[in-house]
C-alpha cells in the first residue's frame, strides 16, 4: 500500500468529514478529525470555566487536556482526559464558541503539534481549515471543498436531528456563517484554498459521487507515488 497524505480543507459543514471517512474506509487509511480537536478543547474551557480570552488561563489549561481518538464498532471517537465526548463536542454550545477558541494561536500551536505527529507514518486523511496550508503542506493530495450555504445548513440541521441533538434551522445557518467569517479571517492560519489544491463543489453531488471524485484524484496520486 502506497501512503500518502489526503488534506480536505473547507467552510463548516461542507461535508469535509463525511468525505474524509469515506475516503480513509476505501483507502484502509487512518482518518484525522482535526475540527473534533478544537471541539475538544472548547468544551473543556466551558466545562472548566476558563476565561479563553485570558492568554495565561489558556496556556495552564492546554498543559491539563488531552485528546485521542478511538475506533468503536467501526467509529470515530473523540476522547477528552479519557472521556468520550464525541457526541457532547457536537453541541451548540461548543459551536457556538469553537472559532473564537480556534483563532488562539497557543491553541493552534498546541493542536497542529499532534496532528503533525498522528500524521507521521502518512497514510492518513485529515479534514479541517489548516490541513493543506499549515498542518500537512507537503500532502500528496490537497482537496478545497465547497457547497452552497443552505445545502450545507440542511445537512447539518438533519445531521444534529440524528444524533438528538435539537436545533433550529437558522440558529444552525447562523451558527456556520460566523463560523466561516471568522476562521476566513483569522490571523493566525485563516482558512485558505491551498495553491495546489483541487476544488470539489459537492451542492449537487450525492455521498458516493463525491467519493467517486476524490478516490480518482487519490488513486492517481497514489500511483505517481509508485511510480
Ligand atoms: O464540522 P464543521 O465543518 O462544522 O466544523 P469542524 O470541522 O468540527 O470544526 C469546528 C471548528 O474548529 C471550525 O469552525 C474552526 O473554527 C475550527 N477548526 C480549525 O480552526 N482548524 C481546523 N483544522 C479544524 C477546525
Not at 453531488?205 to 478516490?215: F, P, T, V, Y
Amino acid at each position: 500500500m502506497k501512503r500518502i497524505i489526503i488534506a480536505i480543507d473547507g467552510l463548516s459543514s461542507c461535508g469535509k468529514s463525511t468525505l474524509a471517512k469515506d475516503l480513509a474506509k476505501s483507502l484502509h487509511y487512518a482518518y484525522l478529525d482535526s475540527g473534533a480537536m478544537y471541539r475538544a478543547v472548547t468544551l473543556y474551557f466551558l466545562d472548566n470555566n476558563i476565561d479563553y480570552n485570558n492568554a495565561e488561563a489558556v496556556v495552564n489549561a492546554l498543559d491539563n487536556i488531552e485528546i485521542h481518538f478511538e475506533r468503536i464498532d467501526g467509529q470515530n471517537r473523540t476522547f477528552l482526559n479519557g472521556k468520550d465526548v464525541e457526541r457532547d463536542i457536537r453541541e451548540m454550545r461548543v459551536s457556538e464558541h469553537v472559532s473564537p477558541v480556534a483563532a488562539i494561536s497557543s491553541v493552534r500551536r498546541d493542536m497542529v503539534k499532534q496532528q503533525q505527529g498522528m500524521g507521521k507514518r502518512r497514510a492518513i486523511v485529515a479534514d479541517g481549515r489548516d490541513i493543506g496550508t499549515v498542518v500537512f503542506p507537503d500532502a500528496e493530495l490537497k482537496i478545497f471543498l465547497i457547497a452552497d450555504a443552505d445545502v450545507r445548513t440542511s445537512r447539518r440541521h438533519l445531521e444534529l436531528a440524528a444524533k438528538g441533538i435539537d436545533a433550529e434551522w437558522d440558529e444552525i445557518q447562523n451558527n456556520l456563517l460566523e463560523r466561516d467569517r471568522i476562521d476566513s479571517n483569522r490571523a493566525d492560519s485563516p482558512l485558505r484554498q491551498a495553491d495546489d489544491a483541487v476544488v470539489i463543489d459537492n451542492t449537487l453531488l450525492s455521498e458516493g459521487q463525491q467519493l467517486e471524485k476524490a478516490l480518482e484524484l487519490a488513486n492517481q496520486k497514489i500511483s505517481e507515488v509508485d511510480a
